[in-house]
């Protein structure tokens, strides 16, 4: 059994959906089954979180799952002409209720709070004209609906032929890509077309089959599963969300909460308990989640800079030690938020190359900005990357610490005059002189041998560059 680290109790969030709500109500529940209404007819199946007594005693449903002994159970009617599906109304959408295998019929509890977040985290971002949501293990479709209505398209992965039909009739077929299939076989070919997506909804099972029998094992696919979510995702993905059932020692909220923190550090991370209440108040048990999400977006477009700790979170993700972050993330916490958001591009550039590298120029960049624009900073680090690529490790390591002399040398090829740039220029002035025609070089030392006139490389006196200009041809006359 993996044995997973726990972030504590008291970060979690409860997310319960209180009913009745539209045509829904979970009416009574105990020893095991809960009564439901969805629409018009009245539902008893079984529930393992519904522990105690029930509250009414007697429910007269109109449809009853039965368990079998030693095979899959059934629906039994309690009257004659009762439908096997009906629609219901909710948050907007006409949902199919269909008697299903397993005891399945209309949502689950995760349905309601994933639909809610993702169709507002959608309907608040301003930044994306297209947005794309990957939806595995997509179910009835009625994520998929609330993910559309808020304007974004969705690729919805399920494995149950059952399941994919009534997706098709919750969602429809507009702006929708259905895709039967094991969930890792089609992420791992995502992963190699390098697709990626806006926002992720895993609504993971304990157990399950692919269409070609292929296994899902939680406790081996799920940690998987998390790994490949940073290449899945784009640069300005609004949020994931993973849920599954729980009950089980391995996975708690909390258990998510760390999957996440651990594997895409530095923004916000809420592990919930999910549940459903009655009409008397009572809460049925209905299994875990976390969602993570960059809560601080806001400060995109508004301009404010990232406090210390805020930058502190976004690169531990970079740094080889914990708390590396601490003093260059309080330096970095003076500079505007451009400046911040430039740092952070350029330490998760260069972590996908080395993590050393990535340690070292979050370490030196504060001094590097003191001391040079934004240009020469890169113009800086892509030096230091150029001789890592063909010296190694120590060597670039030398040169990110070597600032003040890099920073000298940037300051004169930027606001000085190179030879090469006005060499023709002077070669025409040094003709229209005398008639004569002369050579002109690159020299350490400012002479002629009456044939060539060797210059310096460059010449940086005056910030303006025509001043430059006019050094050189003093420096031409002087010599012929």
């Not at 095979?71 to 909710?90: A, C, F």
């Not at 969602?171 to 997506?197: H, I, S």
């Not at 993905?237 to 708690?252: V, Y």
């Not at 991370?269 to 976390?290: N, Q």
């Amino acid at each position: 059994m993996v044995q997973l680290p726990t972030i504590p109790e008291t970060d979690t969030h409860e997310a319960i959906v209180e009913t009745p709500t539209d045509t829904y109500e979970l009416v009574d529940f105990g020893r095991g089954r809960k009564l439901e209404r969805w629409g018009e007819y009245l539902v008893e199946r079984p529930a393992r979180e519904a522990v105690g007594e029930p509250q009414l005693e007697d429910w007269q449903p109109d449809w009853v799952y039965v368990d079998d002994v030693g095979r899959q159970g059934h629906w039994e009617p309690t009257s004659s002409g009762l439908k096997r599906d009906w629609n219901v109304q909710i948050a907007g959408h006409s949902i199919c209720c269909r008697l299903g295998s397993s005891g399945r019929i209309g949502l689950h509890a995760r349905d309601w709070v994933c639909g809610d977040w993702l169709r507002r985290r959608i309907e608040g971002c301003y930044d994306l004209e297209e947005i794309s949501v990957l939806n595995l293990f997509g179910g009835n479709g009625f994520v998929t609906a609330q993910a559309l209505v808020a304007g974004a398209s969705v690729v919805h992965v399920e494995a149950s032929e059952e399941m994919m039909a009534l997706a098709r009739g919750n969602a429809g077929e507009k702006n929708v890509e259905y895709v039967r299939d094991n969930v890792m076989d089609y992420v791992e070919g995502l992963l190699r077309r390098q697709r990626r997506f806006d926002m992720l909804i895993l609504s993971c099972p304990a157990l399950g089959h692919g269409p070609k029998g292929q296994l899902w094992d939680r406790e081996v696919d799920l940690p998987k599963l998390i790994r490949y979510l940073p290449r899945l995702m784009t640069d300005n993905c609004l949020g994931i969300w993973l849920s599954t059932d729980g009950g089980a020692t391995t996975w708690k909220a909390e258990s998510l909460g760390q999957l996440f923190r651990e594997v895409l550090p530095g923004c916000t991370v809420e592990p919930m308990h999910l549940g459903i209440k009655s009409r008397d108040g009572r809460i049925l048990h209905a299994g875990i989640a976390a969602r993570w999400f960059d809560e601080t977006e806001f400060l995109q477009t508004s301009g404010l800079p990232l406090t210390a700790g805020q930058m502190e979170e976004r690169l531990d993700a970079y740094m080889v030690s914990l708390g590396a972050a601490e003093e260059p993330s309080h330096a970095l916490a003076e500079f505007p938020r451009e400046t911040q958001d430039f740092v952070l591009r350029c330490a998760a550039m260069v972590s996908r190359t080395s993590s050393g590298m990535a340690f070292n120029f979050v370490n030196y960049v504060c001094t590097a900005l003191r001391l040079m624009p934004q240009d020469g900073v890169e113009a800086w680090l892509l030096h230091c990357m150029d001789i890592y690529d063909t010296r190694g490790l120590h060597t670039a390591v030398a040169a990110f610490k070597d600032i003040e002399n890099f920073a000298r040398e940037h300051k004169a090829r930027s606001t000085g005059l190179a030879l090469d740039d006005v060499v023709n220029v002077l070669e025409g002035f040094v003709h229209g002189l005398n008639g004569r025609r002369l050579k002109i070089e690159v020299g350490e030392q400012v002479y002629t041998d009456t044939e060539t006139l060797f210059l310096p490389a460059v010449i940086n006196r005056f910030s303006d560059r025509d001043a430059n200009f006019q050094v050189y041809k003093v420096m031409v006359v002087h010599l012929w």
